[in-house]
């Protein structure tokens, strides 16, 4: 089903959520003729942990995040045209580095400035979650695909299913959902053992890594 694309999807997979991801949902998506199209959503946010977290509207900012999942959107067969109800993204939405930071406005001219000198970008920008006016102004993109193509996609980006109008062909839309999410992060730690003993299991053993004082690289 994969085609050609199934090394590049390993490579992705493992560079996103790591070697030890953890299989946790397959599941078919059918669109039939008549189907209205979803309100744009996330299957994921980024969720408070922090006192000093989100705000009065509701959204989160950057200090913390959901766990780390991935969906891929496998076609079934060709869905080479929007009216079957292809899948639709708002692009540049799954974290809080898509959106503007904390602190940015505008001046006289209408020109972005920093209202404090220097903005922490990595600690100052909030996820939103999508609402009708912020969809309008990003727009949606909707790829066209072959079957076996992949689509990709961060659980907390934004997308919604499309509406199937094939009413003179009556073509339903079939896709193939396998989510993938990160598997519990641990690091392998040496300890003393007599210099004979030739086990990995009995001169390794395995830590959870905020529980290590090892710097990590990021």
């Not at 003729?33 to 977290?53: L, T």
């Not at 896709?175 to 004979?196: A, D, M, N, W, Y």
Request: hydrophobic share 30%; glycine share 10%; charged share 25%.
């Amino acid at each position: 089903v994969l085609n050609r694309n199934n090394q590049m999807i390993l490579y992705l997979l493992q560079k996103t959520l790591g070697h030890n991801a953890e299989l946790c949902e397959v599941s078919v998506i059918i669109t039939e003729p008549g189907a209205v199209a979803q309100p744009i959503h996330s299957d994921g946010e980024y969720v408070p942990c922090n006192k000093n977290s989100g705000d009065n509207d509701g959204n989160v900012n950057v200090y913390s995040s959901s766990p780390k999942i991935i969906t891929l959107f496998i076609a079934l067969h060709d869905i080479l045209e929007e009216g079957l109800g292809g899948t639709k993204f708002v692009l540049k939405t799954h974290h809080p580095k898509c959106f503007e930071p904390h602190g940015r406005g505008s001046n006289e001219d209408g020109d972005e400035e920093e209202s404090n000198g220097n903005i922490d970008r990595e600690n100052s920008n909030t996820w939103l979650r999508p609402t009708m006016e912020l969809v309008r102004e990003r727009g949606l993109t909707w790829f066209p695909m072959e079957a076996g193509d992949t689509a990709i996609m961060y659980s907390t980006s934004w997308h919604g299913g499309g509406a199937n109008i094939d009413y003179d062909k009556g073509r339903k839309r079939c896709l193939l959902t396998v989510t993938f999410v990160e598997g519990p992060k641990v690091v392998i730690q040496p300890t003393s053992t007599s210099r004979g003993n030739n086990s990995v299991g009995a001169s390794q053993r395995r830590r959870p890594v905020g529980r290590t004082n090892s710097p990590r690289k990021k």
